[in-house]
Nanobody, 129 residues
């Protein structure tokens, strides 16, 4: 499987960006999808996840009510809409797939990096104050 993330850039605090991730070579709808990020000098952290059907979403507390994850299984795309960006959102953002279930009675998605198996190359988001 290959994942290609795009949409990063530089934005001022309070601004918005939409990240996109295109997948190929896999049965896209069979997998939970996530966005994770890694800031300079910090470990990679969970941002958001979406279930296979797209009916369930989950967010880190730090981005809740500001970020929205969505997916289009027909197009094999996953998106992350980021509003009201803050300087602390500055990081490289990665899309990733996970074979772990989420939704349909499983209320918590995979949250750790090691639970995700395929990764995009990352896209840099820089938020200036």
């Amino acid at each position: 499987v290959q994942l290609q993330a795009s949409g990063g850039g530089m934005v001022q605090a309070g601004g918005s960006l939409r990240l996109s991730c295109a997948a190929s070579g896999r049965t896209f709808s069979d997998y939970t999808l996530g966005w994770l990020r890694q800031a300079p000098g910090k470990e990679r952290e969970f941002v958001a996840a979406i279930s296979r059907s797209g009916s369930s979403t989950y967010y880190a507390d730090s981005v809740k009510d500001r970020f929205t994850i969505s997916r289009d299984n027909a197009k094999k795309m996953v998106y992350l809409r980021m509003n009201n960006l803050k300087p602390e959102d500055t990081a490289v953002y990665y899309c990733a797939t996970s074979p772990r279930p989420y939704g349909w009675g499983v209320s918590i998605p995979p949250l750790s990096s090691h639970e995700y198996d395929y990764w995009g190359q990352g896209t840099l988001v820089t938020v200036s104050s």
